[in-house]
C-alpha cells in the first residue's frame, strides 16, 4: 500500500511539473490553444507510464497488473477532483478517452517494468 501511494505522489508530481513547462510554453509560444486536449492526454499518460513502471520495477511481478491499477486509481483521482473543480460529474468522450488512456499507459509501464533488465 504504501509504495502504491509512492507512485501515486511521483505520478501527480510528475504531472504537475509537466503542466507547469507546458503553460510556460503556450504563453511564450503562439502554439494553439486547440492541441491543449491532446497535451494533456500526453502528459497524464506519460506520467503513469512512469510510475506504472516504477511500480511494476519494485513488485517484480504482474506488471500489468499494478500499472493498470495504478493507471486505475490516478483516473478515478483525477476524474474526482476534476469533477469538483468543475461542479459537473458528467464523463464526455475525452473523459473516457483520457481514463482509458490513462489505464492503457500505467499497464504498458508495468508489463515493461517487470521485464526491465530481466
Not at 32 to 37: E, N, P, R, T, Y
Not at 80 to 104: A, E, K, P, Q, R
Amino acid at each position: 500500500m504504501k509504495i502504491i501511494l509512492k507512485e501515486l505522489l511521483i505520478s501527480i508530481a510528475l504531472t504537475l511539473l509537466l503542466f507547469f513547462i507546458l503553460s510556460v510554453v503556450l504563453s511564450t509560444t503562439n502554439l494553439s490553444d486547440s492541441l491543449m486536449d491532446t497535451f494533456i492526454i500526453g502528459i497524464v499518460s506519460f506520467s503513469l507510464f512512469v510510475s506504472g513502471f516504477r511500480f511494476a520495477k519494485s513488485k517484480k511481478e504482474k506488471g500489468i497488473v499494478y500499472g493498470s491499477v495504478l493507471g486505475l486509481i490516478y483516473m478515478v483521482i483525477l476524474y474526482i477532483i476534476s469533477s469538483l473543480c468543475n461542479m459537473d460529474f458528467s464523463l464526455s468522450f475525452n473523459s473516457i478517452i483520457m481514463i482509458i488512456l490513462g489505464i492503457i499507459a500505467g499497464g504498458i509501464g508495468g508489463i515493461l517494468g517487470v521485464n526491465f533488465l530481466k
